[in-house]
């Protein structure tokens, strides 16, 4: 079948309107959030429910047709672009919210719904999604599923394979599975809904989902600790967790850092006296939370100062010391990102040592840490460098591989950080991968240029058309 | 390779006192703990470490010799005996228990330690682990997490698969995987570790883990609350889960098991008239337990009767209700035992009418509910029935099936369930499993005879020799 053949049958399953081919229209969809990864498809196609999206993705299978899925487009590893030619299957019109099932705690939503009207939509209903992230009036269902979000949460509520109960999905060859009725306990076979979480749309493509909602968290304090050694700060995370089971947040940053913080954002410095270390840490408890907070932090060795805040503005504050550090960043210049997990034991080396590292290969760098404590995630901010020098990523990705760590915390491998994965995944997981991979997408057409480290590339009847 | 080839093979692999063929001795480990499924094996084998068991493995795939990993042999649905001649794999002498790191809060464990070995290592160190079970001193690590266990903690900490941060196994050719850097946030691919978990043996033999650990409960405050309505029993449920993020248990039951309790186990009724549906629900916080789940209750609707006990005996006593139903069901004669999960929307129509189901096609037979409610997993027992007469069984099952509901929310399917699959998994996930089955385990080696509904006996050595 070759392209022409394969958009006329598009066009009837979805409608001509929703088969868009004009690059100009398409031109948004294309590039990826983060700009650096730029594309181009054959046509970007608009399916209105499941059944269509199972006969889009039929109907590519038999054409041997790649497809990549997008949702809001905010990934930053270039995962949800068509790098390669592939055709763009737009999700966004499935935007479909089921009521909240107040008896189960739960809503089905369609894979188009973004966070934001996912949390809305809770929150009118007394409950609260357990997911939030920068990108959530853009970031869909979807996406968030096929990535494994993370977000700010995480050490409460887990990332976002944990709040998915159940998943509808469309296999390579156009089959649906679903299974969104919000079983909570079933033991029936594989967890097909937790491989396909994280799968990078390599897998199958979610049209909707089940997911579990939390509890509106109650009454909530914040406090900022100072440490003036490392080991003090990361010994005092393991104890927070330990003592304190309603954990929010806890965060970590360090002293240039704040620094800069201040002095871009232009706020006072939270302490008198210079730190070396400091640790944000939110509580939310129905029943005196600044007490069981101030208890806590009582109990841990070697904090050399302490602020504690239950009010709405004070705790804003201690959060922009922590949220403001990529704002402050950027002011410097466009950064590297890097988002990676060390193991706890690891922790106080790479932080002692990383910015060394980076210094040997690239003298003119600087690196910000900062991150989610509690998770072991580190986001490495290196500024000073070219955009496309990859030269001090190369050396802290392969540092935190020798650490054991990962070199994607919540991100991804898209195409950004397929040439690392063999880094940190073994030979035999990477096989492993693969085989699950063939096996459920014979022919190769679901986003096959994402994750894994080299694949020949799939012809395509655009590749065909071009030449 | 024949059967006495392989033998000395695995002789030389773990020595000869760890290959234990004389039947009269493998006798209490080729029956299943119902004491339903009994088989035979060629051989017990009892590696000492991973690299023993990817050579055992690696040795039986060779030679194309079906095998079966074996724990603590508490699994209720005849998975994990060898009940087509499998070469049974015992894993209890992988029985170590790495210190509980306390910057992480996690812990490394071998397969063959029991859950309540766990437990008492978490405890030593200030943490808890978040899977409890009446098995506690027999289950395993790995059997635990091949059975994706669940426990009366679910609706705090979710089942086994949410306290696994990592895992190490051995796959059909004998590769080892193995992730127990215990990375809380590792988005680098497919979550292998989440799809074993579950797979019951058909996927991989887990050797190791990276568990979770959570706080030690604080304190803890319990109610029993009556309701003169179902309907309203389980809007209370909902309404509990979304007013207190403190939840450590919902259980729920009905009058005629409360009756049966109190009479069989000689206990006083808890309140003065007779009611219908009864909640029980325990929270456990820091501050005012009591009178946090005292002002929960009262914002409930249609509450009938109320006790709340925060002291240990009283606590205590309110459980007794609901953990004396399995002991006083035992004493009417040994009942069929299901575990089904149903949506929130459908429990009421299956509480309703399950015992009219029942005797319909069973007229002797009762049928007593009782279950953990905030995950809507009811056990539903049934007594008065000839013990290999399904009928009242398939029943319930289709029953379940018609209202989109679980055959098995923590039991797995094993064998004893196999028939049943297809009622409650689409022929499209069936057919994904069993192609992820073929991709991992191609020769068909690792625990073949359970979970799906029909699969051509594979051929064995010591088929071969017996024939």
Redo the contacts between chains.
Sequence with gaps: MDLDRLLATLRDVVGAAHVVTDPSVTEGQVVDWSGRFRGATPAVVRPADTPQVAAVVAACNEARQTVVAQGGNTGLVGGGVPLHGELLVDLRRLDALAPV??????VTAQAGVTIGALQAHARAA??AYGIDLGARDSATVGGTIA??A?GVH?VRY??T??QVVGIEAV?ADG?????L????????????A??V????GT?AIVTAARLRL?????NAATALLAFDAVDDA??A???L??????LQAVELFFADGLDLVCEQLALPSPFDAPHTAFVLVEV?????PV??LASACARLGGVADTVVADDTRRRHLLWRYREGHPEAINRLGAPHKLDV?L???A?GEFVATVGARVADVAPHARTWLFG?A????LHVNLTGLDPDDETADDAVLRFVADL??????????GTA?RRW?PL???P???E??R??K???DPRGILNPHV?FPSVAATSTPADAAGG
């Design positions: 099932d107040r008896r189960a705690g739960q007394g409950w990535t494994n993370g995480v887990g990332p394979r944990r296999l089959r649906i599975i679903s299974r009725e919000g079983l909570e306990k079933d033991n029936t076979g594989d967890d097909l937790g491989l979480c994280g799968s990078e897998l939390v509890p509106l968290p109650p990361l010994d995370v393991g104890e967790r330990r003592s304190l089971d309603s939310a408890v129905a029943n005196d007490g069981l997990t193991p706890a034991s922790m989610h509690a998770d072991g995630n054991r760590g990962s070199i994607s915390a919540e991100h991804g491998i950080k994965l940190v995944r073994s035999a997981e990477i492993t991968m085989a699950i063939r096996a459920l994750l």
